[in-house]
C-alpha cells in the first residue's frame, strides 16, 4: 500500500507539471497574438508626451521670472509710505551671564536668548548688555548703571 501512494504521488506532480507549462505555454502566445496585433505607430505614440495647454506654462521646462516694468511713479508713492517704526522703550534692569543660560530683566520681565518682548526678539546677552532684532535692524543695549563688584558690600 505504501509503494501505491507513492506512485499515486508522483503521478500528481507530474500532472501538475504539465498543467503549469501548458498554462505558461498559452500565456506567451496570447502575449505574442497581442504584440501582433498592435499597430508600430500606437506603441511609438504612447512613449511620446507632448504639452498642448494654451496660455499656461509647460511643467517640464525651467520657470523663468519676469519682470514688469513698474512706473517711477508708483516706486516714489511706496517709498514715502514707509516710515521707520522707532524701537520700543525697553529698560534693563539687570543681566545674568555667567552660567550656561544667561538671562536679563526687561521691563520687569526675566528674558533669555531667543524670547520675544514687545516685538523685540532677544538674539544675545552678555556682560556689556543685551542685542535684541526689531523690524529688519539689530540693536545693543546697555544698562544704564554697570554692577561692578567695587560697588558691592558683604552682609555680615
Known amino acids: 500500500m505504501v509503494g501505491l501512494n507513492t506512485k499515486l504521488q508522483g503521478l500528481r506532480m507530474k500532472v501538475q507539471k504539465k498543467q503549469v507549462?501548458?498554462?505558461?505555454?498559452?500565456l506567451f502566445i496570447s502575449i505574442v497574438k497581442e504584440e501582433k496585433a498592435m499597430p508600430e505607430s500606437a506603441s511609438e505614440t504612447s512613449?511620446?508626451?507632448?504639452?498642448?495647454a494654451k496660455d499656461l506654462r509647460d511643467p517640464f521646462?525651467?520657470?523663468?521670472?519676469?519682470?514688469?516694468?513698474?512706473?517711477?511713479?508708483?516706486?516714489?508713492v511706496t517709498e514715502e509710505k514707509v516710515e521707520e517704526v522707532p524701537l520700543p522703550d525697553l529698560k534693563?534692569?539687570?543681566?545674568?551671564?555667567?552660567?550656561?543660560?544667561?538671562?536679563?530683566?526687561?521691563?520687569?520681565?526675566?528674558?533669555?536668548?531667543g524670547d520675544t518682548i514687545e516685538e523685540v526678539r532677544i538674539t544675545d546677552i552678555n556682560k556689556s548688555g543685551v542685542t535684541v532684532f526689531f523690524k529688519n535692524g539689530q540693536y545693543n543695549l546697555t544698562t544704564s548703571s554697570p554692577i561692578s563688584s567695587q560697588g558691592l558690600k558683604k552682609n555680615p
Open 21 to 26: 507549462y501548458i498554462f505558461l505555454i498559452a
Open 47 to 52: 512613449l511620446k508626451s507632448e504639452y498642448k
Open 61 to 76: 521646462q525651467l520657470f523663468k521670472i519676469e519682470e514688469k516694468e513698474k512706473p517711477e511713479e508708483q516706486e516714489q
Open 92 to 113: 534693563i534692569q539687570g543681566i545674568v551671564w555667567g552660567g550656561s543660560l544667561p538671562q536679563a530683566i526687561i521691563n520687569n520681565k526675566v528674558v533669555r536668548v
